[in-house]
């Protein structure tokens, strides 16, 4: 009853990681093209199930990016 992946992102290490996706999406890549040159960013992913309300997973690890 997998309904998808939400990716989530911050500009921080430590910092809070806020949903990018407005839905859960069901591809397993996904290309963030609203980032600024230059700025370092955080990136985990939860998954989402078809409950209502929807049970959501832990937190990936995070991973960490600087945009170009």
């Keep these: 009853d997998l309904a998808g992946y939400l990716v ?5 290490p430590d910092g809070p990681l806020t949903a990018i996706t407005p839905s859960p999406i ?14 370092r960013y955080v990136y ?9 309300p929807p049970n959501t997973s832990a937190q990936s690890a995070r991973v960490e990016e ?3």
């Design 26 to 39: 069901k591809e397993t890549s996904y290309r963030d093209t609203t980032v600024k040159p230059g700025v």
């Design 66 to 68: 600087t945009a170009r």
């Design 8 to 12: 989530l992102r911050g500009e921080g």
């Design 44 to 52: 985990a992913v939860v998954a989402v199930d078809t409950a209502t």
